[in-house]
Nanobody, 120 residues
Framework: QVQLVESGGGLVQPGGSLRLSCTASGISLSGYIMGWYRQAPGKERELVANIIGSGGTNYADSVKGRFTISRDNAENAVYLQMNSLKPEDTAVYYC??????????????WGQGTQVTVSS
C-alpha cells in the first residue's frame, strides 16, 4: 500500500530552523509533483511549497525566502528546510504526492502529518 511518512517536526524557538522529511513507500516519487501543506487549528489546509519534475519550485508568499523544498528521487523522499521560523508557522505539516493519470484525473496521496510548534 501507498505510505507517505513525515518526520522532523518538533518544538523550536522563533528564529530557529527545522528540516522536515517525507519518505514514500508503495509508489515511486519520480513521477509526482511533491508538495508540503500545513494546517493550523481553526484554519484551512494551505499549500506551503511544491516542486515539479524538472526541479521548479513554488512557495507561499508567507514562507518565501525562508523555506526551501527539495527532492531526492533516488531516496524516494522530499524535504522542507525551514529557517527563520515564526510563531505563525505553527501547524501540522503534511507531505503530498500528486500526479495526473492517463485518464485525466489528478490523484493525491497524503502523509499523516508532523507537528511543528514555534514558541511565541
Amino acid at each position: 500500500q501507498v505510505q507517505l511518512v513525515e518526520s522532523g517536526g518538533g518544538l523550536v524557538q522563533p528564529g530557529g530552523s527545522l528540516r522536515l522529511s517525507c519518505t514514500a513507500s508503495g509508489i515511486s516519487l519520480s513521477g509526482y509533483i511533491m508538495g508540503w501543506y500545513r494546517q493550523a487549528p481553526g484554519k484551512e489546509r494551505e499549500l506551503v511549497a511544491n516542486i515539479i519534475g524538472s526541479g521548479g519550485t513554488n512557495y507561499a508568499d508567507s514562507v518565501k525566502g525562508r523555506f526551501t523544498i527539495s527532492r531526492d528521487n533516488a531516496e524516494n523522499a522530499v524535504y522542507l528546510q525551514m529557517n527563520s521560523l515564526k510563531p505563525e508557522d505553527t501547524a501540522v505539516y503534511y507531505c503530498n504526492a500528486g500526479r495526473l493519470t492517463s485518464a485525466g484525473r489528478f490523484v493525491k496521496y497524503w502523509g499523516q502529518g508532523t507537528q511543528v510548534t514555534v514558541s511565541s
